[in-house]
């Protein structure tokens, strides 16, 4: 890995949206306890889908630079 910062970036973006998708899953299957946790590109909350495209977009931009740096 020659990038070691864009690959630990992209592990805790893709964590965050993933701990996202579970614990909205578990809230509506009724396992967990109702919280404000949007479920990431579907619930429209003006901040949280701002924050997720701009993750996505932070994604993107480290599987491009992976090609530039080779």
Do not use: K
Not at 2 to 25: E, K, Y
Not at 28 to 56: A, E, N
């Amino acid at each position: 890995c020659r990038d070691p910062f864009g690959t630990i970036l992209s592990v805790g973006i893709s964590a965050m949206i993933f701990w996202q998708v579970v614990i909205n899953i578990g809230m509506v299957m009724g396992l967990m306890p109702v919280v404000g946790v949007p479920l990431p590109f579907i619930s429209y909350g003006g901040s949280s889908i701002v924050v997720t495209i701009f993750s996505v977009g932070i994604l993107i931009n480290v599987s491009m630079r992976r090609f530039m740096i080779e």
